[in-house]
């Protein structure tokens, strides 16, 4: 990566020890620890690094920078990010109460200081999951289904976001079918 993508990331993402603090799964991947072989880790690079733009130029596009402190959908009603107390989280939740199922992969988004976006990359979405994103429109909520976004490997990307701190957000690009592309137009 260079130094002005490298810049761009650290507005959005802290940093801690020099390095970039990626939302799971989407730090590249260090060659020794991978235990994977010179082209599986070639992939697993290519696809770290075009998510990771992925992910910034989302961010970017909203105004939006992550936060280490927001925890269910809840934390969206607030008017400061910090998580909410555990017996009253809706990601701790039971049956169809419960937010932890389809909060996989969650990255939770500020604008403007205030908790603004979450978005998540479960490996399923069930009619429980839906019912339980529908719910929150209760709330004042909105949220929209799309494609895998910047995690791929077969994830759905769920983004539910405050309409009163931010009135709209496409969903992003598949990063998989991206870097296939990159790769087919490089042949």
Request: proline fraction near 4%; aromatic fraction near 10%; hydrophobic fraction near 35%.
């Amino acid at each position: 990566m260079n130094r002005d993508f490298d810049l761009r990331a650290a507005r959005i993402f802290k940093r801690k020890n020099g390095q970039i603090l990626w939302p799971y799964g989407l730090a590249t991947p260090d060659r020794r620890r991978s235990g994977l072989s010179g082209e599986e880790y070639e992939r697993a690079v290519a696809h770290a690094h075009l998510s990771q733009r992925v992910i910034v130029d989302w961010a970017e596009d909203h105004g939006l920078r992550s936060s280490e402190s927001g925890c269910c959908p809840k934390w969206l009603l607030r008017n400061a990010s910090r998580q909410c107390e555990p017996d009253a989280c809706g990601k701790y939740g039971t049956g169809t109460l419960s937010d932890d199922h389809w909060l996989d992969h969650a990255v939770y988004w500020l604008k403007d200081g205030l908790p603004t976006v979450i978005t998540s990359a479960p490996y399923s979405v069930d009619d429980d999951d839906r019912s339980r994103v529908e719910q929150w429109k209760e709330h004042g909520l909105i949220a929209a289904f799309g494609g895998p976004g910047w995690y791929g490997s077969g994830t759905t990307q769920i983004a539910m976001l405050n309409p009163k701190r931010l009135s709209a957000i496409y969903l992003a690009e598949d990063a998989e079918r991206l870097l296939r592309h990159h790769k087919g137009s490089a042949k």
